[in-house]
C-alpha cells in the first residue's frame, strides 16, 4: 500500500499502519510549520520526506513504534580517526538520525542495519563501520524503553560520482513492513 501523506511518500505493506509525522522539532526542523495537505491523487508524483522531518514507524510486533528524524546529512564526511577512510575512489555520507520510542514495547536493534541511501540511478548503499568528525555514531546496540530517545551518525561509503537521492530506515533491522523515506536532493 502506498500511503501520500503530507511531504513524503510512506510505503507500508501494512493497510493498517499508522500516518507519519509531517515535521520534526523546531530544534530539527527549518523552524515552519508543515501545512497539512489532503491526500493527492493516484496520478501525482510522490513526495517524499527532507532532512528535519519526523516519520513514525511502526516495527513487526505490535505495540513496537519508533518517530525517526534525519537530523543532518553530511556529504564527504571525514574520518574520526587516523586508521579508517573511504576506499579509493569513495567517499562517506553521514547521516544523523534521532530516534525515539514510541510505541509500548522496549525498542532493541541495530539501527544501521536498516538504513540505506540510494543514488539517482537507483544503486542502494548499505551503512559501514566508520566514525566521523560530524560527531558520536549510532550505537549498534540501541535500547530505548517507551519515551526514551537515541542520537547518532550513520556513515555510508558510496562512489565519489554518485549524487546521493535518498536515505531510508525501517524498524527490525529492516526487516518492518514500513519504510520511512527521506528525500536528499
Known sequence: MLSLHGSFTYVSQNPGG???????????GSGQQAAKKPAAKASAAPEVAK???????????????????VVKVVDNAKSGDEFT????????????????NTGTKAYSD????????????GQQF?????????????????????????LGWVVFEVPKASKMATVQFAMDSGFADETGEWKLT
Open 85 to 100: 577512510a573511504p576506499e579509493s575512489g569513495n567517499r562517506w555520507i553521514a547521516v544523523q538520525f534521532q530516534l525515539v
Open 126 to 150: 548499505q551503512s559501514t563501520f566508520a566514525d566521523v568528525t560530524a560527531g558520536p555514531s549510532m550505537s549498534s546496540d540501541v535500547r530505548l524503553k517507551p519515551g526514551a530517545k537515541a
Open 18 to 28: 499508522s500516518c507519519p509525522k509531517a515535521k520534526a522539532s523546531a530544534k530539527a
Open 110 to 121: 541495530s539501527p544501521q542495519n536498516g538504513t540505506q541511501v540510494a543514488d539517482d540511478q
Open 51 to 69: 532532512p528535519g522531518d519526523t516519520l513514525a514507524l511502526k516495527g513487526m510486533e505490535a505495540g513496537s513504534k519508533l518517530d525517526v528524524t
